[in-house]
């Protein structure tokens, strides 16, 4: 469990979408699912405070789903309308608290969101197109490689064998590297080596055990704190909110992720502010539709084109790998 909520959603995956809070009634029709996805995500962003608001958040959150959509087309993935809006309604209700079971656990309806209809051995491009869920793909010099569908592995029972060739542990469980046998989650106390390994509402610590995750106002020692909007207070080292617009954040590195996103730490005032925008020194963050380039002034975002080094400094947020030139997302398949 990171100590730190992410400053920027950016891109995020379809894994991401079935795993965040969302509201609502009705199936949820195909071509309506990144614009509830963007929503999905922020309400809970919001709600568990680590967003100041739903706008600078819908800035931040971008749906790419056109190679699940092409797939959908293609017959590769069913799409089951009623389970994508099971699995939202699942979520709606789901922890601040990253440690919680209903916020690290997947309901069963966000497996079933999704089916993949390309067998074992079949050509596939992204793992949803698989009956087993998993695609390998080989690099093939390009933007879109095609690969094969990897074997189906059913899920391992406690007290069973797991290494890289079996499937994964059953909920509540994991693969201990020592005996490759599926162990219970660890209680409080238990030798650990990542929070994974720890039963819900509890995390790894610095020692090496499993540790009650702390929420607002109890201690972090280990400068963690379970719930989205909180963090570790360098002064207190107690676990309190993350700061709004005004109010006070530490000097340096520190105070780098003391304030919501998308505020950062003004090292003049030592106060939480609005990101600044082109032309004005930055720290890693800017402004929406902004980059902090690599001499530390945020710079417009460039259009398809332009010469680029990475995903954040392109309008589409996407920096081709072979040509290193902001472009659209290639859609494979």
């Known amino acids: 469990m990171s100590a730190r909520p992410s ?29 509830e996805f963007v929503e999905a995500a922020c309400e809970r962003q919001v709600r568990c405070g680590a967003y100041a608001s739903m706008e600078a958040c819908r800035n931040d ?49 966000c497996g079933d969101t999704f089916t993949g209809t390309v067998p074992d051995g079949g050509t596939c491009y992204i793992g949803l197109d698989c009956v087993s869920g998993s695609c390998d793909v080989a690099d093939c010099g390009q933007a879109c490689c095609s690969g094969t569908c990897a074997a189906t592995l ?27 046998t599926c162990v219970a989650l660890r209680a409080i106390g238990g030798a650990c080596t990542s929070s994974s390994q720890c039963t819900y509402g509890a995390y790894c610590g610095e020692a090496g055990t ?20 909180d963090r570790c207070s360098s002064t207190t080292t107690t676990c309190v909110a993350l700061g709004r617009l005004g109010e006070a954040c530490s000097e340096g590195f520190a105070g780098l992720f003391d304030c919501q996103a998308p505020l950062v730490c003004d090292q003049t ?18 402004a ?11 710079e417009a975002q460039k259009a398809n084109g332009a010469a680029c080094d990475s995903d954040s400094e392109c309008t589409s947020r996407y920096c081709d790998d072979t040509t290193s030139v902001c472009a659209e997302q290639p859609v494979c398949g």
């Open 7 to 35: 400053r920027a959603l950016g891109a995020l995956t379809v894994s991401l979408f079935l795993a965040l809070a969302a509201c609502g009634g009705g199936g949820v029709k195909l071509d309506d699912l990144g614009d």
């Open 61 to 109: 959150v971008r749906a790419f789903l056109d190679n699940i959509l092409a797939s959908v087309e293609a017959g590769r993935i069913n799409y089951d309308e009623g389970k994508a809006r099971d699995c939202l309604d699942a979520f709606a209700g789901a922890s601040c608290d990253r440690s919680a079971e209903n916020a690290r656990e997947e309901p069963a309806a």
């Open 154 to 180: 059913a899920e391992v029972a406690i007290g069973g064998t797991c290494n890289n060739t079996t499937g994964p542990c059953v909920r509540g469980s994991f693969c201990d590297a020592q005996t490759t």
């Open 210 to 229: 499993c540790a009650d995750a702390p929420n607002r106002g109890d201690a972090c020692p280990d400068g963690v704190c379970a719930d989205l909007g």
């Open 269 to 286: 005032s030592l106060q939480c502010a609005n990101p600044p925008t082109a032309g004005q020194a930055c720290l890693f963050f800017c």
């Open 288 to 298: 929406a539709g902004n980059f902090c380039n690599d001499q530390d002034v945020c």
